[in-house]
C-alpha cells in the first residue's frame, strides 16, 4: 500500500499527522524533512532568552518519539528534490517516493536583503530550530545585536533579546515597528515599549552593508551613512512561501500554493497548508489558520471531504514590553483606522464604509478588549 507522504515536520506537517491518526489508525504515513525533525513550536523561538531555554530545551519530542507515537516513519535531513504529478511520487536526491495522497507542509523561507560587504555570510536569520541553536551559539558572550527590520519576528527578537541582557539596534526602512500590521499609533505604542528596554532604533534608512570591522565586530552600514556596529547581525526581513518546487511540478501557485478550502492543489492526490499555501487566497503565515487547515485537510485524507473554515484569526505578538494584538483587516479591505488612545493604550479599529468591524490592532491594557471585538468580527472565511 502506497504511503501518504507529508512533506515537512513543522507545526503543519506534525499537526496533519496528529490529527490524521485520531481519524485512522493503520494507513501508512511517512514525513520526509530537510531538518533534523525534532518537533517544537516556532513561535516559541522568540521568547527564548526571556524564558532562558536553549534549542535543546524547546524541543518538545525527538524524531524517533514522534514515529512511535503516531505510527509513522519520520525520514529526516532528506531534502525532497521534486515532484513526479503523473507518477505519484516524490523524487528524492538518489531515490523516489510514491506516495497514494502526498501534503505539502513546505513552510516558508527567510528573505534576505541583497547586502554587501565581507561579513554578509555572517548574517543570521532564525526560521526553525537549527538556525535557533546556531543563533544562540553566536550570542555565547556577546553584547550588541543589530536587528534588520522591524516587523513581528524583529519586534519578537529585540524585546527577547533585550531581556536576555543584549544591547539591541534595530534597522527599519518603512519607518516605525510593525509597519505591515499595525495603524501609526500602535506602532508608536510598540516602539516606545522597545526603547524603554534600551532598544535604539534606526527608522527611514536601509541596511546596505555588513563588513568586519576591529575585534570580531560587525559593520552594518545603512543607505544614511549611518554605521552601526554590533558582534551580531539577525536579519528579519520577511518570509516567501516556499513554492519553487510545486511550481515546478507544474502546480499553480501564485504568492502561496493555490488550494481551494479542502486544501487541494491543482494537481490530483496533492495538498498543502501552512505557510507555504494559499488557501482560496488567504496566506496567513501563523499558528491558527494552520491547526483549522491541519483539522480540516486529515478529515479529507481519512476519506471525508471537509473545507477548512477560518473564524477570526487574532495574532498575539510577543512584545511584552508592549503587549499587542492585531486581526489585520482582509488584503483588500476599503475602510479606515479609527484610534483611541490613552498614552501606550491604543484601541485601533478598522471600519468599512457602513461601519462594519474588519479588523482591530490593541496595544498595552487595550488588549483586553479582543475577546469583546472577536465576537464583532466577520469570520475570514466562514
Ligand atoms: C520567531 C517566530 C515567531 C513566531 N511567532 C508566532 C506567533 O506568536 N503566533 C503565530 O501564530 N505565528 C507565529 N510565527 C509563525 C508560525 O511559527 C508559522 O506560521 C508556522 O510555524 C509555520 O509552520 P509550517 O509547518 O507551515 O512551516 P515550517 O515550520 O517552516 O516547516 C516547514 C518544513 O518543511 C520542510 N521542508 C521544506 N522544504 C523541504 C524540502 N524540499 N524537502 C524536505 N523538507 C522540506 C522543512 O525542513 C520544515 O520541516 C512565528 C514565526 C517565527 C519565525
Known amino acids: 500500500m502506497k504511503p501518504i507522504v ?30 533534523d525533525g525534532r518537533s517544537y513550536s516556532k513561535p516559541m523561538l522568540s521568547t527564548g532568552f526571556t524564558k532562558e531555554k536553549t534549542a535543546d530545551d524547546l524541543a518538545m519530542a525527538s524524531p524517533e518519539q514522534v514515529a512511535e507515537q503516531f505510527n509513522v516513519t519520520v525520514r529526516t535531513h532528506v531534502h525532497v528534490a521534486g515532484i513526479d504529478v503523473d507518477g505519484h511520487r516524490v523524487l528524492l536526491p538518489d531515490d523516489h517516493l510514491d506516495y497514494s495522497k502526498l501534503v505539502l507542509a513546505l513552510g516558508a523561507d527567510t528573505w534576505t536583503p541583497p547586502l554587501e560587504g565581507d561579513a554578509v555570510g555572517e548574517v543570521f536569520s532564525v526560521n526553525d530550530l537549527m538556525d535557533y541553536g546556531r543563533f544562540r551559539e553566536a550570542l555565547q558572550g556577546k553584547r550588541r545585536v543589530t536587528i534588520l527590520g522591524g516587523g513581528l519576528i524583529g519586534c519578537e527578537f529585540a524585546n527577547d533579546l533585550s531581556n536576555g541582557g543584549f544591547e539591541v539596534a534595530l534597522v ?97 492526490d496533492i495538498y498543502a497548508l501552512g505557510d507555504c499555501a494559499e488557501v482560496e487566497g488567504h496566506v496567513l503565515p501563523y499558528v ?24 477570526v484569526m487574532p495574532v498575539t505578538i510577543k512584545t511584552p514590553a508592549c503587549p499587542v494584538v492585531v486581526c489585520p483587516p482582509p488584503a483588500d479591505s476599503e475602510g479606515e483606522w479609527e484610534v483611541t488612545q490613552q498614552e501606550n493604550d ?29 465576537k464583532e468580527l466577520p469570520a475570514l472565511m466562514p
Do not use: W
Not at 507529508?6 to 530537510?34: H, M, Q, W
Not at 526602512?173 to 510593525?178: A, D, E, F, H, V
Not at 570591522?213 to 528579519?236: F, K, P, W
Not at 489558520?289 to 473564524?311: C, D, F, N, W
Open 6 to 35: 507529508v512533506i515537512g515536520s513543522g507545526l503543519a506537517g506534525f499537526n496533519v499527522v496528529k490529527e490524521f491518526r485520531k481519524l485512522d489508525k493503520e494507513t501508512p504515513l511517512v514525513v520526509l524533512t530537510a531538518d
Open 346 to 374: 491604543v484601541t485601533a479599529l478598522f471600519r468599512g464604509a457602513d461601519g462594519t468591524l474588519l479588523g482591530y490592532a490593541l496595544t498595552g491594557e487595550a488588549v483586553k478588549e479582543k475577546l469583546k471585538l472577536n
Open 288 to 311: 491558527l489558520p494552520l491547526m483549522a487547515s491541519a483539522r480540516a485537510l486529515a478529515k479529507t485524507l481519512a476519506g471525508e471531504e471537509t473545507a477548512v473554515s477560518y473564524g
Open 172 to 268: 527599519e526602512p518603512m519607518g516605525r515597528c510593525l509597519p505591515l500590521l499595525l495603524p501609526r499609533a500602535a506602532s508608536e505604542a510598540v516602539g516606545r515599549g522597545l526603547e524603554t528596554l534600551g532598544v535604539r532604533f534606526h527608522f527611514g534608512p536601509l541596511a546596505q552593508a555588513v563588513h568586519h570591522g576591529d575585534d570580531g565586530t560587525l559593520i552594518t552600514e545603512l543607505s544614511d551613512g549611518t554605521r552601526v556596529e554590533s558582534e551580531v547581525v539577525l536579519s528579519a526581513i520577511g518570509l516567501r512561501p516556499r513554492i519553487d518546487m510545486a511550481k515546478e511540478a507544474g502546480l499553480r501557485t501564485n504568492r502561496g500554493i493555490l488550494t481551494d478550502r479542502t486544501l487541494r492543489t491543482s494537481a490530483e
